[in-house]
Structures are given as structure tokens and as C-alpha cells.
């Protein structure tokens, strides 16, 4: 199975910060990556696939970069509504595992 | 608007089985795959199965191999999960989710639509 790695796995920001979250592949995945958003008692929303790909209705402050082994999200000026904890999933194989999540507070 | 409606709350004792029923609406329920995935008390997202509803074929995480049973029923568009021999650590919230729409157009395995979740708590 492929490993997902994430840091940092908390990080302390303000709102208008920028923040960047790393996610990392135990083995090469090309852009088969794709970031989530989840808020406390809430499903997780799809925020970014193929690593760099916005999803539909999400703002245009949420970024994403990387191939092979490195990726990054990017929020480019936290608001008040995007405290909440990350995760990165890889689909490049089965099982399609996530990040150990990284929560912004 | 895509939904996915789950089954609510379950109390299983240790050893015993669970199925949640997962049911879809909004969209054609044989074109988009569904996917299980589940999230244990402070813990991290874990992906466990994938089924395509047309033909039914579906793919699991090897450490639920044995105990994991995804069907479905396209008469009703519903997607079930059911895992055996429940342990205490499978206590957990369940959710069920669709394939996103858009990492169709670039084929890759994402989900865009997620149901509410289903607690199930194993405890003797």
C-alpha cells in the first residue's frame, strides 16, 4: 500500500495568513492526488484533484501543487470558515489511502 | 442535487455484524462509482471499498478482506456495507461517498458527493 504523509499535523494561523500543508507518497503517484476539507461532525469536501485541479465552488484562495512524491495546498488568505483539518488521498493505486491530516487552527 | 441518504446509528456487541444501507438520488446511480470510507473517534480517514454500481464489481482494502461485503440494489439505488465479526475498534463514524464527477473527465478515484455518516459503535 502506498503511505501518505503529512506536516505539519497542526499549525496555529490567523486569519489573512497563508498557509501551506505538505503531503508526501511513500512511492511516485504522478498528480494522482487530491485534497480534502473536513469540519468537526462534517463530511469531507473535495477541494482539489489531480493535485492541482480546483474543484467546482470551491474559492479560488485554495491552491494545490506537486507531482511524484511531493505535494502542497496552499491557502493563499485563511478565512474564518477554513479552520478545519486537511487530508491528502492518493488514486493512483488500490487502496486509495489518506494523510494522517493536518488541522489548522 | 446529488445526495446520498445513510442509514442511522448502530450498537453492535463485539462479534456481531453491521450493514448500512447508503441511498442515492440526483444523479444516475449505474454512472459513478460509490466508495466506503470510515474515521474512527479523533482519527484519521480510512478508505475501505470501492464498488461499481452497473456491474457490481467492487475492490476492497486488504485489511477488511473476509469481513467487508459491499453490494448494491439499482432498483433502488442503494449501495450497502456490511462487516463481520465487528471488533472494538471498528467503532468508528461509516460514510459512503460518490466519485467525483470531474475526476471522471481525468479518470482518477476522488469523491465529490459523501453521505452523513453512520456511527457504529462496538461495545459489549
Known amino acids: 500500500d502506498i503511505q501518505m504523509t503529512q506536516s505539519p499535523s497542526s499549525v496555529s494561523a490567523s486569519v489573512g495568513d497563508r498557509v501551506t500543508i505538505t503531503c508526501r507518497a511513500s512511492?511516485?503517484?504522478?498528480?494522482?492526488l487530491g485534497w480534502y476539507q473536513q469540519k468537526p461532525g462534517r463530511a469531507p469536501q473535495l477541494l482539489i484533484y489531480a493535485a492541482s485541479s480546483l474543484e467546482s465552488g470551491v474559492p479560488s484562495r485554495f491552491s494545490g501543487s506537486g507531482s511524484g512524491t511531493e505535494f502542497t495546498l496552499t491557502i493563499t488568505s485563511l478565512q474564518p470558515e477554513d479552520f478545519a483539518t486537511y487530508y491528502c488521498q492518493q488514486s493512483n493505486s488500490l487502496p486509495f489511502t489518506f494523510g494522517p491530516g493536518t488541522k489548522v487552527d | 442535487q446529488v445526495q446520498l441518504v445513510q442509514s442511522g446509528a448502530e450498537v453492535k456487541k463485539p462479534g456481531a455484524s453491521v450493514k448500512v444501507s447508503c441511498k442515492a438520488s440526483?444523479?444516475?446511480?449505474?454512472?459513478?462509482?460509490v466508495y466506503w470510507v470510515r474515521q474512527g473517534p479523533g482519527q484519521a480517514l480510512e478508505w475501505m471499498a470501492r464498488?461499481?454500481?452497473?456491474?457490481?464489481?467492487?475492490n476492497y482494502a486488504g485489511r477488511f478482506q473476509g469481513r467487508l461485503t459491499v453490494t448494491r440494489d439499482t432498483s433502488i439505488s442503494t449501495v450497502y456495507m456490511q462487516l463481520a465479526n465487528l471488533r472494538s475498534d471498528d467503532t468508528a463514524v461509516y460514510y459512503c461517498a460518490r466519485e467525483s464527477a470531474a475526476g471522471r473527465i481525468v479518470a482518477g478515484d476522488y469523491f465529490d458527493s459523501w453521505g452523513q455518516g453512520t456511527l457504529v459503535t462496538v461495545s459489549s
Open positions: 512511492r511516485a503517484i504522478s498528480t494522482w
Open positions: 440526483g444523479y444516475i446511480f449505474t454512472d459513478y462509482d
Open positions: 464498488i461499481h454500481p452497473r456491474g457490481g464489481g467492487t
